[in-house]
């Protein structure tokens, strides 16, 4: 157990639609990144949130955009659902600010399927 | 061009074999490198970090070589529970993963 919470587990959408996903970092981790894996790809990263700010980015579209809370919490929104955005959302924490040291804690993702 | 490229795979080995893969990376400033593991419908864990130097941990030996842009992945020994996807990861200013190696070790 990587201490890295994630809700919902699973959840069904249909297009056009909003979804918000949430998370709860490990203790003591001031950073979460967002990561969208699709079905037989690699993670691939979506935002990362340091200190309540967003620090960095993907090749994302606008409709993609977060927030992380004052207790290091995070949460992703998404708008306007398209299929393509049917994926496995992983946050994943670390305990470091900008740097990076590739230990992240995934948390075990939520599983979003667009209709 | 995808900045890290992995063989899918899979590689079907039986216990006790040794099985390598590779992968490349695009960004010649990436900093460092890992190998993650994913186990089916689970999330990734880090499995080693890649030294210029080359590195091990126990049946695993990691492999740098920036003047080709590669990085290697060798397990001795192959046990059933090295079965999962493998997944190179590069770093610059954000963690790049590949599409990831499926490893499968047979009886």
């Known amino acids: 157990e990587t201490g890295v919470t994630q809700s919902p587990t699973h959840l069904i959408k249909t297009r056009g639609q909003q979804v918000t996903l949430r998370c709860s970092s490990q203790s003591g981790h001031n950073t979460v990144s967002w990561y969208q894996q699709a079905l037989g790809q690699g993670p691939q990263f979506i935002f990362q949130?340091?200190?309540?700010?967003?620090?960095g980015r993907g090749n994302f579209p606008p409709r993609f955009s977060g927030l992380q809370f004052p207790n290091y919490s995070s949460e992703l929104n998404v708008n306007a659902l398209e299929l393509d955005d049917s994926a496995l959302y992983l946050c994943a924490s670390s305990p470091r600010g900008t740097s990076n040291t590739g230990e992240l804690f995934f948390g075990e993702g939520s599983r979003l399927t667009v209709l | 061009r995808k900045e890290v490229e992995q063989d899918p795979g899979p590689f079907n080995v039986p216990e006790g074999a040794t099985v390598a893969f590779n992968c490349t990376y695009s960004?010649?400033?990436?900093?460092?490198f890992f190998w993650y593991r994913q186990d089916c419908r689970k999330e990734p864990k880090l499995l080693m970090s890649v030294y210029s130097s080359g590195n091990e941990d126990g049946r695993f030996t990691a492999q740098l070589n920036r003047a080709s842009q590669y990085i290697s992945l060798l397990i001795r020994d192959s046990k059933l529970s090295d079965s999962a996807t493998y997944l190179c990861v590069a770093n610059d200013y954000k963690l790049s993963f590949g599409a990831g190696t499926t490893v499968t070790v047979r009886a």
């Open positions: 960004n010649s400033a990436s900093q460092s």
């Open positions: 949130y340091y200190r309540e700010e967003e620090n």
